[in-house]
């Protein structure tokens, strides 16, 4: 069964600040590779995702200079590759230049039919239940996917 994926934080500065440079040049490489790995099914376009960034009404309203991402892989094994194992990592091992501190890294996976490709309202939906219940097998977050991720992942 596939895997949906939100992640998302707060950016310390604006989009389009040069402090932020590093992190907005390498968001097409790494939605690139994304695309290419194993097990990628589907990501949000760019203009989607920043339409719900910026929808005054939308989930993320209260959220200025939110980045993130919503996407679909095969499985587990898949998304933790690509996050663990490619450029991913390295632009991420940077988070605290760019990202607020204690307001970024958030995750939340959830399983979704054949085919389904949810929003952003669905996504914060998950991460809302897994703030209110925590980590069960139908939500969870970054311990959860490495425990379902299995062996092969670490």
């Known amino acids: ?11 310390r500065y604006a989009w389009g600040d040069p402090r932020l ?6 968001l097409d490489q790494v939605n690139a590779i994304a695309a290419r790995s ?3 099914i589907w ?31 095969d ?10 194992k490619t450029l991913h990592a390295r632009i991420m091992h940077r988070h605290a230049e760019w ?4 307001d970024s890294g958030f995750l ?4 979704v039919p054949d085919g389904h490709k949810p929003d952003v309202d669905e996504g914060m939906a998950r991460w809302y239940d897994l703030q209110r219940v925590g980590e069960t097998t139908d939500v969870f977050g970054t311990k959860g996917l490495l425990a379902v991720a299995g062996k092969d992942a670490a």
């Open 1 to 11: 069964m596939p895997l949906a994926e939100f992640n998302f934080g707060t950016l």
């Open 21 to 26: 440079a590093g992190f907005e040049n390498a």
């Open 38 to 40: 194993p097990g990628f």
């Open 43 to 73: 990501r949000m376009s760019d203009d989607d995702m920043d339409a719900a960034q910026n929808d005054p009404n939308g989930p993320l309203a209260d959220r200025p200079n939110t980045a993130s991402t919503l996407s679909v892989w």
């Open 75 to 84: 499985g587990p094994g898949s998304l933790w590759q690509f996050v663990h």
């Open 99 to 102: 990202f607020a501190h204690g």
């Open 108 to 111: 939340v996976c959830w399983w």
